[in-house]
């Protein structure tokens, strides 16, 4: 049997925020039933609605709907949903699609095996246990995501059901068939389960070896993780693991891991110059992930240009080391750089956990081109081709991509940034974002290289963008068309706004996923100003008044709170449950319970983020779901 294709697959898969809560001790007492959110969750309607309809989704909602649900502490209602649409449309669904939903099914019910009545739990297992060897037949045992359940499942039933060595072959397989993960984050959790079968099985010293792997220093862990991320006060977050990749053997290559952006050279076609796209976020950074590319690559040429696609911090902060290592290299920005470097500049400092403790604003303050490029332009480096393209975006207006015609290769910055501009700044123009889509649809190359790793997965080609394209531009109208009607912005969220003809376009579902939130909080914020619908845009009280609140007016006592924020955490509320706390802190210090709670409600919203939303992911570690360290650890140490 074929497997689903890979890179389509899982290319942005978010999986599993799913165990952090994960009640796998199915020889364990029975739950309760958890309570009903209170906080809509407009991510998992939307993947409800896409695997509610008549055609099979594109496979990564159907694992997301999954996470969604074990996420928010729904494991019994999202079995159900799931159940029914076996029930419904199992015959019709091809083999690798059907084996998905059976994994994800058998995931749900072992997540809530514990709420089943104990005389009823043993078969409950076992049917369990029989949906994912059926989803591996159907899957011919050859995608990865359902061996990677069912691994990570067997790891954690009791040695009574017999599974461990099974679990053991299956996690083993997927580290042997890590290239079929998504990406390497995948890996986490696998040497983390094995390491768990390992000590079942009574083998102390293969466990402790596997736990070392994981970067998990503890089989006591808070966090389920899947991600690449990485993210720490020192050194900032960055959104894989280090890596160098040729894209053209010997000509194009990009540096990964070192730095919050992607680091790119290009050899000339003479051999004798080599250019750089963007010059990463800080000096020390930059030095690092140069001198790798050296060892590794020995002989290169040297820098004589530098491209920057946009002013943006982390694509200009490492210009002094490019300077101090090629003091007669030409860099090359577009025109407007010097508007969006000043706004850099004079922007909040917001960056410890993005970009680091040792960045500085005075790394970009200097930042100037040698050629400024106001009009489209070519320039031959070395015998190299290159379109210099002053283009639209829906991030900065000093977007410019890079284009070799000769390999098909275009450099396309942060244009189609998720976010339409940093969150933080006033910027971003979602019909700047069509119009670029437009520009490069007409160039047509074959490969687009974008600033961050993971757009470059899930915006790969031309295509893949012509797919997006129709998708954001009726979420923008649509969007304008609720705010003339007075919606609030929470309001826009729960409108769960899907385009009729989603289910048409499977490879535009994740990509509107990954964008929907971004684009109407971008365009609430542009078209209502400070004074927004109802009172919120009006007043100006913050977590004190709302402790007062708390504490004065209804007078609830510290104890009352915390009940009442485990009873959030308990049905997933975790947005919610961090504001009472923060309420509740600013009139007094928090008591060590809720002070626990807070903490397990941070980690909960970083693993429902983890892919999906990077800058959550870093603004939720800061608030205080704490560092994730690199994986793999580094040599030496985790």
Not at 82 to 87: G, V, W
Not at 473 to 486: F, G, R
Request: charged residues 20%; hydrophobic residues 40%; neutral net charge.
């Amino acid at each position: 049997m074929t497997p689903y294709p890979r890179r389509r697959f899982f290319l942005l898969l978010i999986l599993l925020p799913l165990w952090a809560g994960l009640s796998l001790a199915v020889a364990g007492c029975g739950g309760a039933l958890k309570a009903p959110p209170s906080v809509f969750r407009p991510d998992l309607e939307y993947l409800k609605a896409l695997n509610a309809g008549t055609r099979p989704p594109d496979p990564q909602a159907i694992v997301l709907l999954a996470s969604q649900y074990l996420n928010a502490n729904q494991p019994a209602e999202g079995a159900a949903f799931f159940a029914s649409i076996l029930e419904q449309r199992g015959d019709s669904l091809p083999p690798p699609i059907k084996s998905i939903y059976l994994a994800s099914l058998g995931l749900l019910r072992a997540s809530h095996a514990n709420d089943v009545p104990l005389l009823q739990r043993t078969a409950w297992v076992n049917a369990t246990i029989d949906m994912f060897e059926e989803a591996r037949r159907l899957s011919g045992g050859e995608i990865f995501v359902v061996r990677w359940m069912t691994g990570i499942v067997y790891a954690r039933l009791p040695a009574s059901f017999g599974k461990t060595d099974a679990a053991i072959r299956e996690l083993d397989w997927a580290i042997a068939n890590q290239a079929r993960a998504p990406h390497g984050g995948w890996l986490r959790e696998v040497y983390f389960h094995l390491a768990l079968a390992r000590r079942q099985a009574g083998d102390e010293r293969a466990a402790g070896d596997a736990l070392a792997r994981s970067g998990y220093t503890s089989f006591d862990k808070p966090e389920f993780l899947t991600t690449a991320y990485a993210v720490s006060a020192t050194d900032g977050f960055t959104f894989h693991a280090r890596r160098l990749t040729e894209i053209v053997p010997g000509k194009v290559f990009v540096l990964t891991g070192f730095d919050f952006t992607e680091l790119y050279f290009i050899v000339s076609d003479d051999g004798k110059e080599m250019m750089a796209v963007d010059t990463g976020t800080r000096p020390d950074s930059a030095r690092a992930a140069y001198e790798h590319f050296r060892q590794e690559k020995p002989g290169l040429p040297p820098l004589t240009a530098v491209f920057i696609t946009h002013s943006h911090w982390d694509h200009i902060g490492g210009h002094r080391f490019y300077r101090e290592i090629a003091p007669g290299a030409k860099f090359y920005a577009h025109a407007d750089y010097a508007k969006e470097r000043d706004a850099g500049v004079n922007a909040p400092a917001l960056f410890e956990y993005f970009f680091g403790s040792k960045f500085s604003g005075d790394f970009i303050r200097d930042f100037q081109p040698d050629e400024p490029v106001a009009a489209r332009k070519r320039i031959v480096v070395g015998g190299t081709e290159i379109d210099l393209i002053p283009a639209p975006s829906g991030e900065t207006e000093d977007n410019m991509f890079i284009h070799l015609p000769r390999y098909g290769i275009m450099f396309v910055g942060d244009f189609i940034m998720p976010y339409i501009g940093a969150p933080f700044v006033e910027e971003g123009s979602v019909p700047g974002l069509l119009a670029a889509i437009d520009l490069i649809v007409s160039v047509n190359p074959k490969t687009l290289l974008h600033g961050h790793e993971p757009l470059t997965r899930l915006y790969p080609t031309p295509a893949i963008l012509a797919d997006v394209r129709p998708t954001v531009d009726w979420l923008h109208s649509e969007t304008l068309k609720a705010i003339q009607a007075k919606n609030s912005r929470a309001a826009l969220h729960r409108l769960n706004l899907v385009p009729p003809f989603i289910l048409d376009r499977p490879r535009a579902q994740i990509p509107y996923l990954v964008m929907r939130e971004n684009i109407i909080n971008r365009l609430y914020d542009q078209r209502l100003g400070y004074w927004q619908a109802g009172p919120e845009g009006l007043d100006h009280l913050d977590a004190g008044d709302y402790g007062a609140l708390l504490r004065r007016y209804l007078r609830l006592p510290s104890e009352r709170i915390a009940d009442a924020v485990a009873e959030m955490v308990e049905a997933g509320d975790y947005e919610l449950a961090v504001r009472v706390v923060a309420w509740a802190s600013a009139q007094e210090q928090p008591s060590a319970r809720l002070a626990d709670l807070k903490l397990t409600a941070y980690r909960k919203l970083k693993e429902r983020y983890q892919e999906t939303n990077p800058f959550k992911f870093i603004i939720y570690s800061e608030s205080g779901g704490g560092e994730t360290p690199r994986f793999p650890p580094p040599a030496g140490g985790r």
